[in-house]
């Protein structure tokens, strides 16, 4: 199984007037073409997507969509409170004991969470690895997903993954 961990893309400004509540508030413009762009890199390099879980927060949710999209909607798009933030990696991997996937995973969600998951799925503790917005890393196992059993495949930032983007239109 491949797990992708994708952070959301760039949302507006926190403003409590514009969105009393936090969990609406919506990828920008720019962030949504930037999500998309790299999404599409992001399925030149894991074509195999199945499943797509996301936060509940609408600017995760849309990044889901683009990711949905791009894969002309091959994937199934399930919610999980386990990716909203201050959920924890524990709830996670709770929600992934579940899938049988034999193909990739896809977690969109949100800093720091999905970084400390990444050290947990790789090294067995909550280490650090910051993704950027739109950025993802990719990590595999052999059979299913446990703390410290994880291999990364790769971890992009967000330009590289619009560059597979660019290469693929062109190919």
Same mark, same amino acid.
């Given at each position: 199984?491949?797990?992708?961990?994708?952070?959301?893309?760039?949302?507006?400004?926190?403003?409590?007037?514009?969105?009393?509540?936090?969990?609406?508030?919506?990828?920008?413009?720019?962030?949504?073409?930037?999500?998309?762009?790299? +999404?599409?890199?992001?399925?030149?390099?894991?074509?195999?997507?199945?499943?797509?879980?996301?936060?509940?927060?609408?600017?995760?949710?849309?990044?889901?969509?683009?990711?949905?999209?791009?894969?002309?909607?091959?994937?199934?798009?399930?919610?999980?409170?386990?990716?909203?933030?201050?959920?924890?990696?524990?709830?996670?991997?709770?929600?992934?004991?579940?899938?049988?996937?034999?193909?990739?995973?896809?977690?969109?969600?949100?800093?720091?969470?999905?970084?400390?998951?990444?050290?947990?799925?790789?090294?067995?503790?909550?280490?650090?690895?910051?993704?950027?917005?739109?950025?993802? +890393?990719?990590?595999?196992?052999?059979?299913? +997903?446990?703390?410290?059993?994880?291999?990364?495949?790769?971890?992009?930032?967000?330009?590289?993954?619009?560059?597979?983007?660019?290469?693929?239109?062109?190919?």
């Amino acid at each position: 199984m491949r797990l992708v961990l994708l952070r959301h893309g760039a949302a507006g400004t926190r403003d409590p007037l514009s969105w009393p509540d936090d969990r609406e508030r919506p990828l920008t413009e720019k962030g949504l073409a930037r999500t998309q762009r790299g +999404c599409d890199g992001l399925v030149r390099l894991e074509p195999e997507i199945a499943l797509v879980l996301t936060s509940p927060l609408r600017r995760s949710a849309q990044t889901a969509e683009c990711l949905r999209g791009v894969l002309d909607g091959a994937a199934r798009v399930r919610v999980t409170e386990a990716l909203a933030p201050g959920g924890t990696w524990r709830d996670v991997l709770g929600e992934l004991e579940s899938i049988v996937e034999t193909s990739t995973v896809v977690l969109v969600g949100h800093e720091p969470d999905l970084g400390k998951l990444a050290g947990v799925l790789l090294f067995g503790a909550p280490a650090a690895l910051p993704l950027r917005k739109a950025g993802a +890393c990719c990590i595999e196992f052999e059979t299913r +997903c446990a703390p410290g059993k994880g291999r990364m495949r790769w971890f992009l930032p967000p330009r590289a993954l619009r560059r597979f983007a660019r290469q693929r239109s062109t190919a």
